[in-house]
């Protein structure tokens, strides 16, 4: 295993939440969009993944703004992402 094949499965699993529903939202979107993002955003996922469930959970289901900017943008990429499956 190299590396970078280390470091994607180390990232899919960390989108393995205490919360099911944060996980329905966040392995799908690693899965079939996070290798298309640039390195920047990449970075700024792996960010979003250190937050914890309830803050998190409270961004993504816009209860809550988060304050970086970097991260409420990766935040509105998931929430988008997740609503264009159900088009």
């Keep these: 295993m190299t590396a970078q094949d280390a470091n ?3 990232l899919r699993w960390g989108c393995r939440r205490g919360m099911l529903e944060l ?3 966040l392995e799908p979107f690693f899965d079939n969009e996070f290798a298309n993002l640039t390195p920047q955003c990449q970075q700024d996922f792996e960010r979003l993944l250190a937050c914890d469930d ?16 970097a991260l409420a943008a ?5 929430v988008d992402y997740n609503r264009s499956l159900l088009r």
């Design 8 to 10: 994607m499965a180390r």
């Design 23 to 25: 996980d329905v939202i």
């Design 54 to 69: 309830p803050e998190l959970f409270a961004w993504i289901m816009g209860h809550e703004s988060c304050e970086d900017a």
């Design 74 to 78: 990766m935040v509105k990429r998931i």
